[in-house]
C-alpha cells in the first residue's frame, strides 16, 4: 500500500506570490489534514477535509484555504506570501469514519516552504 | 481550547530508560497520541491510549491519566536512533481533531 505522497517536495517563493500544495492520501482514506510546522511553533492544525467538504479548521488566515477532490487528493493554496510563511507543511491522511473518534493519521514527508 | 505541556529537551545514555511527560487541558477529551519526529523527517504514530493505564508495546510503553490529564511515554533500552522529538497529541472530540503539543527532543548519547 503506498503511502501519502506530496508534491513538491521543496519550494522556493518570493513574497506576495501565491503557492499551491498537493497531498494525495493513503488510497482508500477519506480524511486529509494539513498541518504547518515551524521550529518555534510545533505542528499547528491548519484544516481538515472528508469527502470533499472542510470539515475541522485552524485559527489560520483567510490567505490559507484548501480543497479536496473526489478522489479523496487534496490541495493548500496560500496567497499573498509573507516571510513567515516559511515552513514544513505537511498533510496526513485517515479513514476519517468517524469524526472525533481515534483514527491514526499517517503523515506524508512535508513540502519544505521557503519565502524570501 | 485545549493547552499541552511537555519538556522541550531531554537527554539520556544509551540503554537506559526515559520518560516523556506530558500534561494538557482539554474539552471533550477522547484518547492521546503519541507520535515520534526524527529530524527532517514527518511524524510516525507510536500510541493511543483512551482508558487509564499502561500500553505496552515493546520498548514504547504509554500511560494514561484522564482525571489528571496526564500522560507518558516510557522508553526502555534506549538505542541511539531514538534520537528524535516525540510528539504529544491529544483528541478532541468537539474539535473532531487532534491537537500536537510542541514536541519533546530526545537525545542519545553514546
Known amino acids: 500500500k503506498a503511502g501519502v505522497t506530496q508534491t513538491p517536495r521543496y519550494l522556493i517563493k518570493t513574497r506576495g506570490q501565491q503557492v499551491t500544495l498537493s497531498c494525495s492520501p493513503i488510497?482508500?482514506?477519506?480524511?486529509v489534514s494539513w498541518y504547518q510546522q515551524t521550529p518555534g511553533q510545533g505542528l499547528q492544525f491548519l484544516f481538515e477535509?472528508?469527502?470533499?467538504?472542510?470539515?475541522n479548521k485552524g485559527n489560520f488566515p483567510g490567505r490559507f484555504s484548501g480543497r479536496q477532490f473526489s478522489n479523496s487528493r487534496s490541495e493548500m493554496n496560500v496567497s499573498t506570501l509573507e516571510l513567515g510563511d516559511s515552513a514544513l507543511y505537511l498533510c496526513?491522511?485517515?479513514?476519517?469514519?468517524?469524526?472525533?473518534?481515534?483514527?491514526?493519521?499517517?503523515f506524508g514527508p512535508g513540502t519544505r516552504l521557503t519565502v524570501l | 481550547g485545549q493547552n499541552i505541556d511537555q519538556p522541550t529537551e531531554m537527554t539520556a545514555t544509551e540503554g537506559a530508560i526515559v520518560q516523556i511527560n506530558c500534561t494538557y487541558q482539554t474539552s471533550g477529551f477522547n484518547g492521546l497520541f503519541w507520535y515520534q519526529q526524527h529530524a527532517g523527517e514527518a511524524p510516525t504514530f507510536l500510541s493511543y491510549?483512551?482508558?487509564?493505564g499502561l500500553e505496552e508495546k515493546g520498548r514504547f510503553s504509554s500511560f494514561l491519566s484522564r482525571s489528571k490529564g496526564y500522560s507518558y511515554l516510557l522508553l526502555k533500552e534506549l538505542q541511539m536512533k531514538d534520537s528524535a522529538s516525540y510528539l504529544c497529541?491529544?483528541?478532541?472530540?468537539?474539535?473532531?481533531?487532534?491537537?500536537f503539543g510542541d514536541g519533546t527532543t530526545l537525545t542519545v548519547k553514546p
Open positions: 488510497s482508500g482514506h477519506r480524511s
Open positions: 491510549n483512551v482508558l487509564d
Open positions: 497529541a491529544p483528541l478532541n472530540t468537539n474539535a473532531g481533531k487532534s491537537t
Open positions: 496526513a491522511s485517515s479513514s476519517g469514519i468517524s469524526a472525533g473518534r481515534a483514527d491514526e493519521q499517517f
Open positions: 477535509y472528508f469527502s470533499e467538504t472542510q470539515r
